[in-house]
């Protein structure tokens, strides 16, 4: 007997609550005739992944589809559970006990590190750090920056990552208010020194990773300007780039190298800069980059360097993965060597996409289930309870939030909010989310 029916539904675990996560969730749902009951497993005590932990604050529209994954969540065939990681707190092995299929959709936010001299020095900061940090995820909030040292910030990286956060090391702090940055970024980047941010492409500026809205927004910050060398784009004029995404983003950048400079505060980008070593100050903290350019070696002076050059995936004990890069092995989506078990989002593709793009991904694990539980390979056998299953992993000592854990953790947010003429205050703290989360 086939599972999938109203008298034994098709029991499905997803692991993590991200986009790629309630995609995956929403395309089951919808599916004609499929009775699916889903548990959703998050690793905190909050969803969305990097919807809440890796949007830029001062992008709240690219936010907005949280609404549809509130839709999701309130299916009556859907529940959520928070602060419970799979591969800590139960094994794969567990969930295939209990479950018909898992979806793998853990996403790839860790640090990727550069793996060149001083990367460790203090003022060397990963993306997928610093970014947690104004995002108030509650592994980064503690970490402390200093935006005294110097006036000027090195971010490595070409990609929209880098833009993110060249501009929220510009920014106006009265624009940043507006926004739901954590309150402890907001207090550092109050009282920050820097004035340049120099964002450094290691190949020619045709090769850019970032996209074109992304690029012209940084050319209307209020008081801000966009330095580039004309120079440095002179090999390629916009009409010979490959494509029209290329040569947009290369107009802009003709563009930018036109203007004057009017404001004390500048993103300066250049291209064909590749790091070769972190200085020290000789305290142990950074004093500079090392640069190979075209004209030579050179050091660049900055008291803080922030190395947005991609993502990697944590390990998920007993799933094989790629190294480096940490994406998941998988074949369309079916993940090598395990049966009943399926990836989408960045653990699928690696860290590469917007949002919407694991929409698509999302149907594709979705897809590839549904086939093999046409074709017989999801056979109705006895299985664990997910009950059973849940009360075991409460014994074991972890709390476990649920939905409505999240909407108070929600409210409590928007009330901060509120109060401080703000869109919501991000709670930081994985005590005080699981204090507020129980209603006490
Ligand atoms: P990305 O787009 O892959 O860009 C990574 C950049 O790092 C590339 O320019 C790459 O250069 C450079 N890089 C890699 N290793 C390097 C090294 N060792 N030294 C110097 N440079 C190095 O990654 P991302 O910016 O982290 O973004 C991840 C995904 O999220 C992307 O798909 C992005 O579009 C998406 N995203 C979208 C938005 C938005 O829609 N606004 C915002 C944030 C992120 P090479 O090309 O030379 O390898």
Not at 43 to 56: I, M
Not at 308 to 317: K, M, Q, V, Y
Not at 350 to 371: E, F, R, T, W, Y
């Given at each position: 007997?086939?599972?999938?029916?109203?008298?034994?539904?098709?029991?499905?675990?997803?692991?993590?609550?991200?986009?790629?996560?309630?995609?995956?969730?929403?395309?089951?749902?919808?599916?004609?005739?499929?009775?699916?009951e889903i548990d959703v497993y998050e690793r905190l005590p909050t969803p969305w992944g990097l919807l809440r932990a890796g949007v830029a604050p001062d992008h709240p529209d690219k936010k907005g589809v949280s609404r549809v994954f509130e839709l999701i969540a309130a299916h009556p065939g859907l529940r959520w559970f928070g602060n419970v990681e799979v591969g800590r707190d139960v094994s794969l092995d567990a969930l295939l006990g209990t479950y018909d299929a898992v979806i793998l959709a853990h996403g790839a936010a860790a640090p990727r590190p550069p793996g060149l001299p001083g990367e460790t020095l203090d003022g060397s900061v990963s993306a997928a750090d610093f970014v947690s940090w104004y995002n108030a995820h509650p592994d980064a909030a503690h970490r402390q920056h200093d935006f005294s040292r110097s006036e000027r910030a090195v971010v490595v990286g070409n990609g929209n990552?880098?833009?993110?956060?060249?501009?929220?090391?510009?920014?106006?702090?009265?624009?940043?208010?507006?926004?739901?940055?954590?309150?402890?970024?907001?207090?550092?980047?109050?009282?920050?020194?820097?004035?340049?941010?120099?964002?450094?492409?290691?190949?020619?500026?045709?090769?850019?990773?970032?996209?074109?809205?992304?690029?012209?927004?940084?050319?209307?910050?209020?008081?801000?300007?966009?330095?580039?060398?004309?120079?440095?784009?002179?090999?390629?004029?916009?009409?010979?780039?490959?494509?029209?995404?290329?040569?947009?983003?290369?107009?802009?950048?003709?563009?930018?190298?036109?203007?004057?400079?009017?404001?004390?505060?500048?993103?300066?980008?250049?291209?064909?800069?590749?790091?070769?070593?972190?200085?020290?100050?000789?305290?142990?903290?950074?004093?500079?980059?090392?640069?190979?350019?075209?004209?030579?070696?050179?050091?660049?002076?900055?008291?803080?360097?922030?190395?947005?050059?991609?993502?990697?995936?944590?390990?998920?004990?007993?799933?094989?993965?790629?190294?480096?890069?940490?994406?998941?092995?998988?074949?369309?989506?079916?993940?090598?060597?395990?049966?009943?078990?399926?990836?989408?989002?960045?653990?699928?593709?690696?860290?590469?996409?917007?949002?919407?793009?694991?929409?698509?991904?999302?149907?594709?694990?979705?897809?590839?289930?549904?086939?093999?539980?046409?074709?017989?390979?999801?056979?109705?056998?006895?299985?664990?309870?997910?009950?059973?299953?849940?009360?075991?992993?409460?014994?074991?000592?972890?709390?476990?939030?649920?939905?409505?854990?999240?909407?108070?953790?929600?409210?409590?947010?928007?009330?901060?909010?509120?109060?401080?003429?703000?869109?919501?205050?991000?709670?930081?703290?994985?005590?005080?989310?699981?204090?507020?989360?129980?209603?006490?």
């Amino acid at each position: 007997m086939t599972p999938g029916n109203s008298q034994r539904p098709l029991r499905v675990a997803i692991v993590g609550s991200g986009p790629a996560g309630f995609y995956a969730a929403g395309h089951l749902q919808k599916t004609r005739g499929l009775h699916a009951e889903i548990d959703v497993y998050e690793r905190l005590p909050t969803p969305w992944g990097l919807l809440r932990a890796g949007v830029a604050p001062d992008h709240p529209d690219k936010k907005g589809v949280s609404r549809v994954f509130e839709l999701i969540a309130a299916h009556p065939g859907l529940r959520w559970f928070g602060n419970v990681e799979v591969g800590r707190d139960v094994s794969l092995d567990a969930l295939l006990g209990t479950y018909d299929a898992v979806i793998l959709a853990h996403g790839a936010a860790a640090p990727r590190p550069p793996g060149l001299p001083g990367e460790t020095l203090d003022g060397s900061v990963s993306a997928a750090d610093f970014v947690s940090w104004y995002n108030a995820h509650p592994d980064a909030a503690h970490r402390q920056h200093d935006f005294s040292r110097s006036e000027r910030a090195v971010v490595v990286g070409n990609g929209n990552v880098a833009l993110d956060i060249a501009r929220l090391l510009t920014l106006d702090p009265a624009r940043l208010h507006e926004t739901d940055i954590a309150a402890g970024a907001l207090d550092a980047l109050r009282s920050s020194r820097i004035r340049e941010v120099l964002v450094l492409g290691r190949r020619g500026a045709e090769h850019a990773a970032f996209h074109n809205p992304e690029l012209a927004e940084l050319g209307h910050l209020p008081a801000v300007d966009v330095v580039v060398d004309t120079a440095e784009l002179a090999r390629v004029p916009p009409e010979a780039a490959a494509d029209w995404a290329r040569r947009r983003k290369l107009a802009t950048l003709h563009d930018y190298a036109q203007r004057l400079r009017r404001h004390p505060r500048a993103i300066a980008l250049r291209f064909g800069w590749q790091p070769l070593a972190v200085i020290d100050d000789g305290h142990g903290h950074v004093a500079g980059l090392q640069v190979a350019t075209q004209a030579g070696e050179q050091r660049i002076n900055a008291g803080l360097v922030v190395w947005a050059i991609g993502f990697e995936a944590r390990p998920l004990a007993g799933v094989p993965n790629e190294r480096p890069g940490g994406r998941l092995r998988h074949v369309s989506q079916r993940v090598a060597g395990l049966d009943r078990v399926y990836v989408t989002g960045w653990a699928a593709r690696g860290p590469q996409g917007v949002i919407g793009s694991n929409k698509h991904c999302a149907q594709l694990a979705v897809d590839a289930l549904l086939a093999d539980l046409a074709g017989g390979c999801i056979d109705a056998a006895p299985r664990h309870s997910p009950n059973a299953l849940l009360e075991e992993i409460s014994q074991r000592g972890v709390e476990l939030v649920r939905y409505r854990g999240w909407q108070r953790i929600d409210e409590q947010e928007r009330d901060f909010g509120v109060a401080s003429g703000r869109p919501r205050i991000k709670l930081d703290n994985r005590e005080a989310l699981l204090e507020v989360a129980r209603g006490a």
